[in-house]
């Protein structure tokens, strides 16, 4: 609420107006957003808020993989080859002391980062069969061919007999 003060510096309390110039009716506050108080904390917010529209994908409530996060915080693979529930918990707390001090400022900064990486294939990506067994959809397609060429390879091996 703004209030028009006289030359003299006293106010009587009914020349209120709202931020917008209009009048609020001399009494009270006005309704709807017209705080300038609420306008500058949401202008502190928006500030600090980061710019994802370049980014081309919704960023606001993504979560990170463990993987994902200690490849590109602490620069080390934790699932190399087969899952090691310790190695996930310790590099889970790991990297849980390493930001705890941190302010909200540097978690932004941080999970900026984190959207600016590369993505991070998953295991079962980089791995689509492990030992006989699909570990996605995509390794089903790979299983498949598999067996067609094994299929194919057996045909041509018992037509040569």
């Known amino acids: 609420i703004r209030r028009e003060i006289d030359g003299d510096g006293d106010n009587d309390g009914n020349?209120?107006?709202?931020?917008?110039?209009?009048a609020n009716g001399g009494g009270g506050p006005s309704r709807g957003g017209d705080n300038d108080d609420?306008?500058?904390?949401?202008?502190?917010?928006?500030?600090?808020?980061?710019d994802d529209a370049d980014l081309g994908f919704p960023t606001k409530y993504r979560l990170f993989s463990l993987r994902h996060t200690a490849i590109n915080l602490l620069g080390v693979d934790?699932?190399?080859?087969?899952?090691d529930p310790t190695l996930d918990a310790r590099y889970s707390v790991l990297l849980y002391?390493?930001?705890?001090d941190a302010g909200p400022a540097q978690l932004r900064a941080v999970r900026?980062?984190?959207?600016?990486?590369?993505v991070t294939k998953g295991f079962a990506a980089e791995h689509p069969v492990v030992e006989g067994v699909c570990m996605s959809r995509e390794g089903y397609r790979v299983k498949?061919?598999?067996?067609?060429?094994?299929?194919?390879?057996?045909?041509?091996?018992e037509a040569r007999k």
Do not use: C, M
């Not at 020349?15 to 209009?22: H, I, L, N, R, V």
């Open 97 to 100: 002391n390493k930001y705890r």
């Open 15 to 22: 020349d209120e107006t709202s931020s917008d110039g209009k």
């Open 78 to 83: 934790v699932q190399k080859g087969a899952h």
């Open 38 to 50: 609420n306008d500058a904390a949401s202008d502190d917010e928006e500030s600090l808020s980061p």
């Open 144 to 157: 498949g061919a598999a067996r067609k060429i094994l299929r194919w390879y057996r045909t041509r091996k």
């Open 112 to 118: 900026d980062s984190l959207h600016r990486a590369p």
